[in-house]
């Protein structure tokens, strides 16, 4: 899915973002993904984001505090703009966020809303917002090679001529959205300095899996 009309410059991006924390699940930009929503805070939170600029900012809440009630923040997160919206009768959301920009995590404005709101900053992501160019293409063959062993080790059905026929781009954000890693691999992942970086600590992440780490997070 795209956006009718992308974003241009950091500059149109809002100063304040209502942010959605979420341990495990990572947005990236032009990536999509979709959420069931049904928690009244976030219900209010989905609700305000379609009266004004419907952008949300995926975050993922700092491990030692993840389980906390007001968890303490991982530095950088990500802008979605809600491109489907469906109510299911039942008092969920249905919505699909387009990735738009990571953002840096500022101060918690003051708010009397259910949800937290934060300042955010984009001037470290603005490359986020244009076509990736050829110089960014990832090792394709090293990102297959580990999906197909990681695949073969956990018994993971995967649908390869859909695989085939997806671009660097989508393949290696898909791989990393959709990877069951932990809230320190989903940073990284995030964080990386363009796709291919991002494809390097995805093969990295898997191969570590693969060897084993006595149980212990690969990024610890």
């Known amino acids: 899915m795209a956006i009718n009309r992308p974003y241009e410059d950091i ?4 100063r304040e973002l209502p942010v959605f924390p979420l341990a495990g699940c990572l947005l990236l930009p032009r990536a999509e993904l979709p959420l069931n929503i049904f928690e ?7 609700d305000a984001a379609l009266a004004g600029k419907r952008l ?3 975050i993922q809440p700092q491990p030692h505090s993840a389980s906390e009630a007001t968890p303490a923040l991982c530095a950088v997160g990500c802008a979605g703009k809600i491109t489907r919206f469906a109510e299911t009768g039942d008092g969920r959301y249905f919505i699909s966020l387009e990735g738009v920009c990571r953002f840096r995590i500022g101060r918690e404005t003051t708010s009397d809303t259910l949800f937290r709101s934060f300042e955010a900053g984009y001037v470290d992501f603005s490359d986020d917002l244009t076509p990736l160019a050829d110089a960014e293409r990832a090792d394709r063959e090293a990102v ?3 999906l197909r062993a990681y695949a ?3 018994t993971i059905k995967i649908n390869w001529e859909a695989v085939s ?7 290696i954000n898909s791989l990393a959205m959709m990877s069951p890693f932990g809230i320190r691999e989903k940073q990284a992942l995030l964080e990386a300095d363009g796709l291919r970086a991002r494809a390097e600590v995805l093969v990295a992440i898997a191969e570590l899996e693969l060897a084993g780490n006595d149980g212990r997070s690969p990024l610890h």
Do not use: Q
Not at 11 to 14: A, I, K, Q, T, Y
Not at 165 to 171: I, P, R, T, V, Y
């Open 165 to 171: 026929n997806a671009s660097d781009e989508d393949l």
């Open 144 to 146: 297959l090679t580990a």
């Open 152 to 154: 073969e080790r956990n």
């Open 11 to 14: 500059g149109e991006l809002p």
């Open 40 to 46: 009244p805070r976030y219900l209010a939170m989905v």
């Open 56 to 58: 949300i900012g995926m």
